[in-house]
């Protein structure tokens, strides 16, 4: 078969793999969606689609280190070859060197069967060499010893080596390697009831009668934590009947840190898809009124789906640039704004690890812009004795302490919120409560779940 050929052969975990790989290298695409998508397109399940996952994820994490450790043998280079021949060797090195459980013939025998449904016999030989040749001197692959802490950490724990050397800068080498090995493990499966609807007692019961291993989060009063084996919980009836919504335990903190009331007037500026908007409104118990906004219609109608499968009522959507909110709202006219801002998202690596390919210095210098003039609009709307609240999936300080440092020193009449929610001194968050003195900066090693920084400001009664 020519290499643009395609073989009408039932598709295996490897090959929606290699699919995914390929697209993901080649065109930008993110990792989760191509990946979701290849699976149901596949029809594989249980173990073959856990394979699959596992093959993706794990060949994205580790992608440096693989090449690094490739390279030798691959005689032209890695970089010459066609890229669905060097994701087929970084997929079958990742079986290879990382997973133990796959008897190291079926790797190659897999990876050979593959190279001739796609390419020919030349590239069949190659990768069986290859392959044969890594596993006769595996014992002897060892990264160098002697290496500077930045690029010992880029290649034990696969990080780019920029993004080492800032983390190093900024915290420091023994929590930069935490974070970075951190990033490499699995993420926890994690969900939010929904309290209009049953509670958690009664949603752990429900759990546990499936004979689904659970407990409670130890960060958020709404949490659960599915413990292995859980598989996809938007597949649930409990998601389909609004019982529940899948979220991160960091992300949960946002809306009680928000601290919204029934009745109040709500604004999220940057809403989609929908998470954290469904919490504020399902603690303001069905009253008041939250106004989720986002700049993409498509988005926003993500926002509109999840509140209509909750039975939320007290949702009103808006579309627009949420900087220039301004214009169309009443300055001083909410109660409590959430700003959860568009962010680098270098806190959950662990869950998209191809955010740290791709993203660069530079990015992080442009969305800092963004988030400043967003936090200014935001500040305008709210009323006096207001809360607003700032976060973001960053661990990032330019981003976070950085930025809200910034705005007070801007806006004389925000402080920072003298309360702290309860859940900022439990003992998992502990470590990123005494982080900094300007809000919250959850690293992932601190409780297994998502980097996140959460700041509360208040806006001044007494506003000259």
């Known amino acids: 078969m020519s290499s643009g050929g395609r073989s009408p052969a039932k598709s295996t975990s490897r090959s929606v793999a290699l699919q995914v790989l390929t697209a993901v290298e080649q065109e930008g695409a993110y990792s989760n969606l191509l990946l979701n998508g290849a699976l149901q397109k596949s029809g594989l399940s249980g173990p073959d689609a856990g394979l699959a996952t596992e093959l993706v994820y794990g060949t994205i994490q580790r992608l440096n280190t693989i090449d690094f450790l490739l390279e030798p043998f691959v005689t032209k280079g890695m970089g010459k070859l066609a890229p669905w021949v060097r994701n087929l060797l970084r997929m ?11 008897p190291p013939h079926a790797v190659v025998n897999e990876a050979v069967n ?8 030349g590239i069949s030989g190659m990768v069986n060499g290859v392959l044969r040749n890594v596993l006769r001197r ?33 915290y420091g080498e023994q929590t930069a390697e935490a974070i970075c090995r951190a990033n490499n493990e699995p993420p926890s499966i994690s969900i939010r009831v929904n309290r209009a609807k049953t509670s958690r007692e009664d949603m ?23 413990e292995g084996g859980g598989g996809n919980m938007a597949l649930t009836p409990w998601y ?39 919490h504020i409104a399902e603690i303001m118990q069905g009253s008041g009124l939250v106004l989720a906004n986002d700049i993409h219609p498509h988005k926003a109608k993500l926002v509109e789906d999840q509140a209509n499968r909750l039975g939320l009522t007290n949702i009103d959507i808006s579309t627009g640039d949420a900087s ?22 270098l806190g959950v690596i662990r ?32 009323k006096p004795g207001g809360l607003l609240v700032y976060s973001t999936c960053t661990i990032e300080p330019r981003e976070n302490v950085e930025m809200v440092s910034n705005f007070l020193s801007r806006h004389p009449e925000f402080e920072l919120a003298a309360d702290k929610p309860s859940a900022w001194e439990t003992e998992p968050l502990a470590a990123a409560s005494a982080r900094g003195s300007i809000g919250l900066q959850i690293l992932p090693q601190d409780a297994h779940s998502d980097g996140f920084y959460i700041a509360r400001l208040r806006k001044k009664h007494d506003q000259a």
């Open 114 to 121: 593959l190279a001739k449904k796609r390419g020919h016999q």
């Open 240 to 278: 389909r009947e609004g019982l529940i919504s899948v979220q991160d335990e960091s992300s949960v903190l946002v809306a009680e840190a928000l601290d919204p009331e029934p009745g109040m007037s709500v604004l999220d500026c940057c809403a989609a898809p929908g998470g954290k908007t469904c």
């Open 324 to 345: 220039k909110l301004g214009e169309r709202l009443e300055q001083n006219s909410f109660d409590r704004i959430l700003l959860d801002a568009p962010c680098s998202g």
């Open 92 to 102: 079958s090195f990742y079986q290879l060197y990382y997973l133990d459980r796959i």
């Open 138 to 170: 595996k014992e002897e692959l060892k990264l160098p010893e002697g290496l500077r802490p930045v690029q010992r950490i880029a290649l034990e724990h696969s990080h780019p080596e920029w993004l080492v050397a800032r983390l190093l800068e900024q």
């Open 204 to 226: 752990l019961r429900l759990l546990k009668e499936q004979g689904l291993s659970a407990a409670p989060s130890k960060l958020s009063q709404d949490g659960i934590v599915v």
């Open 351 to 382: 869950r998209k690890p191809d955010l740290k390919w791709a993203k660069t210095a530079g990015d992080i210098a442009e969305i800092a812009g963004i988030q400043r003039t967003l936090l200014d609009t935001a500040g305008d709307l709210l």
